[in-house]
Every structure is written in structure tokens, then in C-alpha cells.
């Protein structure tokens, strides 16, 4: 059977989220012919849509508003639910970023629709489509099927395979006139504040360097940094340095903080707390480091180096320096 698959375009700082085009392949794979389309919601951002094509759409419904500069749930909701109605979407997918986790419940629940999140594979099995989803913080995972016309689903960045582009294909561009009239919505965004919290991603980092409450202080962190400039690495945390305040709660990595799934995550001074692990336990290699040979992160690492942090992170930064030079 084949159906229409819509993805809501994941935009950032001018630039479209990896995820976007993870979803598309995936969207590409299970569409069994039908039609893969995007939806762009933004104040006229400047966006390539011709790659999305590259991945698998065959349409881009791009709706520009000036609502649409920042995220208000009621603007973002009324413009994607015109979108899915335009496009006569059978499943939504969307990032499982704070706007995915936000929008997907709302919509579902606008369409009486089935929802699924955080999911890391769909696959199909005798034209069913099967979500695969994590549980008990990442030591199972469950299969799902979603009985329903429309189904939405939130995906976690950096699991689904992202398809080789095929530069040879284009899609039709659809602008859509959505009427978002300032009394129909109930938020308002006054002022953008952006925290400073390095260059990487966290979310989408193929490579993340993690500093815990052994870290010790602010200025700990500081070889963690070093370790991951030299790798093109994103800085993460347990709460527990949060909790010190030691570094900002934006990089708090773990059930109440953000969900990873780098290549390699690597962690200092983290004893391996349940809660830390349902954020990043299935990260593709996981390397402890941790002078506590007891701790509960040797438990889920593949590679463990029992020691001092200070001592060991600027001999790894300094062999990682000759090593890539
Ligand atoms: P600790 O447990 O204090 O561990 C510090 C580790 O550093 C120890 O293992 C120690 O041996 C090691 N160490 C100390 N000095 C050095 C050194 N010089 N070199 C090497 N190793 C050293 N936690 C999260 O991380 N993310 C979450 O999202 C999260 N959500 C939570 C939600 C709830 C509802 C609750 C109740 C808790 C949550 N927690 C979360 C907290 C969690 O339970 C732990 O308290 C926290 O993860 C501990 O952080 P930590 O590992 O940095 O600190």
C-alpha cells in the first residue's frame, strides 16, 4: 500500500538539521511509491530546496510568516496541520527535538491521530509499518505498530541511515498561504536569548566529550574542551556538573536532558547514573574514563580507562593532536 509521508524540515541557525534528510531516506524507503513531501515553516528563510529532493522529496510546501520566526506552538501547529491537510499525509515525521516532542502530541491529538516517539528505525513488515523505539532508558527496545490513517512519529537524530543524495532529482515547490492572525495565538516569543554553549550540535555530534561532577569545577571542563576541539567534538554533561554548576544546563545529556547517539561519547568524572544512561547509552562507542574502577559506566563502556581525568584527558588531546595532524 502506498502512502504519503510528510517531514517536517528540523531548520537551525539558518541551516537544515541532519535529521531532516535521515527522515527523508527513511520516508523514501517506506513510502511503497507514494509521495514524499517536505513542509518548510519560516519567516522566509533562505533554504536549498532543491536538497530535500536529493533525499526523496518529490514536494516542498514552503509556508512563510512572519509567526514563523521562532517556535509558538499555536503558529507552528495551524501552519504543519494546513500542510498535512494540503498534502494528504498518511505519517508525519518529525525531529525528536524539543519543537518535534512539543508538536507531535498536539497535532495527533488535533487529528485523533496515532502517535510514536522517539523512534530509531521504521521498517515495513507485510505493509505494516514498524516503529522501533528504546524503553527503560535504552536496555530494550520495543517494536510498534500504530493502528491508524495517520500516524505521527518523532525520530532521534543520528539513527536512521541517511541515503546516498541523488543530485538528478527535483521537487515541485508548493507555497502555502497559512492566516496566523496575532489574537489566535496564546504565546508570543519577546526576545531570543542564546546561550554559548560551543560550536557542535549537541544533538546531531558524531563525536561528544561528557564532563561529570568529577570534573569538579567551571575550569575543569577546560580539558574536556580542549579534547573535543581537537576532535570536532561537542561538550556535553550529568547533571550532577550541571547540578554544581559547573556548565550550563544545555548540555545536560540523560533522561531530563538531551537524548545522544554519537559514533563515540566520551566520559569523564560520570559514575553512570541510570538517568545519564537513558541519554547516551546507545552511542555507538562508548569509552569511561573514571578513577573508580567500580563505577557503573564501566558497565555500558566498550573501551574503560581507570585514572585521574586531569592526568588523562590532555595525554589523549596530545596523542589525538599528533595522530590527525
Ligand atoms: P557523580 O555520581 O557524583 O559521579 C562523579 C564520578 O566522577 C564518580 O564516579 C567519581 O569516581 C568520578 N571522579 C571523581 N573525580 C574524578 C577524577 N579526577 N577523574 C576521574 N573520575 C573522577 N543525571 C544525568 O546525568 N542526566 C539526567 O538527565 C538526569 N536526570 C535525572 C532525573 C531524575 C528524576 C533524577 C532523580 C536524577 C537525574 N539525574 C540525571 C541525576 C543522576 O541520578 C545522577 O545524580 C547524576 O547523573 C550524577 O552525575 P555524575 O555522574 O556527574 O556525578
Do not use: W
Amino acid at each position: 500500500m502506498s502512502r504519503k509521508i510528510l517531514v517536517l524540515a528540523d531548520l537551525r541557525n539558518g541551516g537544515v538539521r541532519n535529521v531532516t534528510f535521515e527522515a527523508l531516506s527513511a520516508a523514501k524507503n517506506i513510502s511503497e511509491g507514494g509521495e514524499v513531501s517536505v513542509a518548510v515553516l519560516s519567516n522566509n528563510a533562505a533554504v536549498n530546496t532543491g536538497e530535500f529532493a536529493h533525499y526523496g522529496a518529490d514536494k516542498v510546501y514552503v509556508v512563510n510568516n512572519a509567526a514563523l520566526e521562532n517556535y509558538v506552538p499555536d503558529a507552528y501547529a495551524a501552519a504543519l496541520e494546513a500542510v498535512i491537510k494540503e498534502a494528504g499525509a498518511n505519517v508525519v515525521f518529525l525531529a525528536h527535538s524539543a519543537i518535534g516532542r512539543d508538536l507531535a502530541p498536539k497535532l495527533a491529538a488535533r487529528f485523533g491521530a496515532g502517535a510514536v516517539s522517539d523512534i530509531i528505525n521504521v521498517e515495513l513488515d507485510g505493509g505494516n509499518l514498524v516503529f522501533t523505539r528504546p524503553i527503560y532508558a535504552g536496555k530494550a527496545f520495543t517494536k510498534n505498530t500504530v493502528n491508524s490513517d495517520l500516524i505521527f512519529a518523532t525520530i532521534r537524530p543520528n539513527n536512521l541511515t541517511k541515503s546516498e543524495p541523488d543530485t538528478s532529482r527535483s521537487a515541485e515547490t508548493v507555497n502555502l498561504s497559512v492566516d496566523l492572525p496575532a489574537d489566535s495565538l496564546r504565546t508570543f516569543i519577546k526576545e531570543v536569548v542564546k546561550k554559548s554553549t560551543g560550536g557542535v550540535d549537541l544533538s546531531e555530534a558524531k563525536i561528544i566529550v561528557s564532563g561529570g561532577r568529577g570534573v569538579k569545577s567551571a575550569d575543569g571542563f577546560k580539558p574536556l574542551q580542549e579534547l573535543a576541539d581537537v576532535l570536532g567534538a561537542a561538550v556535553g554533561a550529568s547533571r550532577g556538573a550541571c547540578d554544581a554548576e559547573y556548565c550550563d544546563y544545555a548540555l545536560q545529556i540523560g533522561q531530563t536532558g538531551k537524548v545522544v547517539t554519537p559514533d563515540l561519547y566520551i566520559a569523564a568524572g560520570i559514575s553512570g547514573a541510570i538517568q545519564h544512561l537513558a541519554g547516551m547509552s546507545n552511542s555507538k562507542v562508548i569509552v569511561a574514563i573514571n578513577k573508580d574502577p567500580e563505577a557503573p559506566i564501566f558497565k555500558v563502556a566498550d573501551y574503560g580507562i581507570v585514572g585521574d581525568l586531569f592526568e588523562i584527558v590532555p595525554i589523549l588531546t596530545e596523542e589525538l593532536k599528533k595522530a590527525l595532524a
